[in-house]
């Protein structure tokens, strides 16, 4: 969880000076671009650059940015093998070493090949040649290492999984380890990365889990005592689920649309049908077992059971999903609770 923390925190500094460095890489790579095009050995020997030889590129350059060039090919020298880094079993596990291939035997990895290009596509890769040249990486790590120790968080969902009685015989006794095993990174403790040692102690930890089975005492007290601030959730009310069903940007509504939309069906969901499968969802997670807004996708499975079936030889077709719909497609199934539990 730690490495994988530091990996985003890596990658999020990394743009971020890269953003910086944008244009001064982009004017060196093309000057790069340039020199492959207009060829000028005779430069920076000591020799004053050619008056028509300097024109001339000047000439290039305009028609470079311009896109007019970008069909013509160009040989330039690009990475043949990126470096990596190599897992080794230690008793706690799989550990990353963070040890630069590359570096340890320059001839073996990361070598160069030269490759013909087309300028299009030569510009990106010079761009992002010129941009690593730029980057000071032991400085992005440096800085991400600190947004993870004074900034980070980490959310361990479904933490009842592990919860499990303290002396058990089999199941309880693997949840325990996981337990025993979370302890000292919440805590505060030290892990090995491939961006340098990174300190948890000040790593925020959320804990989440449906302790409607298990309880939180459950856990270990070493570990109840990392979580000292507890928050009850409420259950879902009609008005979440319209908001789940509309809101996101892949909300189940949206994505039953651009399904059907692949057969040429229009698919329209009305307000009220969209209110009616919200009330049934409260209705069945009463009746049945409340799973929050998984239930959404079940009840939205057999309201549109009929429409999907029918939609190879609908193209063309406009349906409008209302109320009265969705009431006749699984109203009965809601009010029969015993066809409901294994149906919806």
Known sequence: MVRD???IAYGMVREEKREAIL???RAQAEERLLQLLVPSSNIGLGNPPNEDLTETREKFRAKLRSGALDNREVQIEVEDNPSS???MVTPQGVEEVGINIKDMLPGLFGRRRKDRVKVSEAKEILLQQ???????RQGVAREARHRVEQGGLIFLDEIDKVAGREGGRGPDVSREGVQRDLLPIVEGTTVTTKYGMVHT???LFIAAGAFHVSRPSDLIPELQGRFPIRVELDPLT??????ILTEPENALTKQYTALLSTE???LDFAEDAIREIARLAVEVNANTENIGARRLATLMERVLDEISFEAPDMHGARPTVDAEYV???IADIVKDQDLSRYVL
Do not use: M, P, W, Y
């Open 327 to 329: 009431r006749r497609a």
């Open 264 to 266: 040429g069906v229009e």
């Open 5 to 7: 923390l530091t990996e």
């Open 130 to 136: 010129e941009a690593e040249k730029l980057i000071d």
């Open 201 to 203: 102690d000040h790593i």
């Open 238 to 243: 009609e008005d979440d689920f319209v908001r």
């Open 23 to 25: 244009e001064t890489a």
């Open 85 to 87: 880094s190599f897992e």
